[in-house]
């Protein structure tokens, strides 16, 4: 989804990057979704946020939420949907409602931040192929010293 501004085209798609703090792999990311989703009637996993983010049109159009573990982006999942959910305290936040399959990417490297940030879709690390998904991940600190040097 492309739209003219000028004469460059510019992506109608935004995605989201976010730590997932205290996790030690994808599996085990995916092991507390899975646990946390059954919670739900609709078994969805989400993420509940402070924020809602102003550009949501963008996110809900093919965007995806990119996780950081261990200092670096190391999977990604769709965003289906925005809900507003309310907190025991009274306050309302947004659920990042996901879809459930994490897609291993290419490893890239990021530092620490609170929150999320959006992530334009060319700075977005690509997908691993199906075949590659599979394979035992290298130890982060060479996987990342890889990646430093593009070779991941």
Sequence with gaps: MLRQ??????????HLVKLSAGTESVDTLEAWQASYAARFADGMPRHVTRMWPKREPEILAGG???WVIKGQIQCRQRVVRLDRVTGDDGVERCALV????LIRTALAPKRAFQGWRYLAPDD????????????????????GALADIGVL
Excluded at 98 to 101: A, C, F, R, S, T
Aim: no cysteine.
């Design 64 to 66: 995806s939420i990119y």
């Design 98 to 101: 996901l879809d459930p399959e």
């Design 5 to 14: 501004k000028g004469k460059r085209f510019v992506s109608k798609i935004t």
């Design 124 to 143: 977005a690390p690509p997908d691993l192929p199906k075949g590659r998904a599979a394979e035992e991940p290298l130890p982060p600190e060479l996987a």
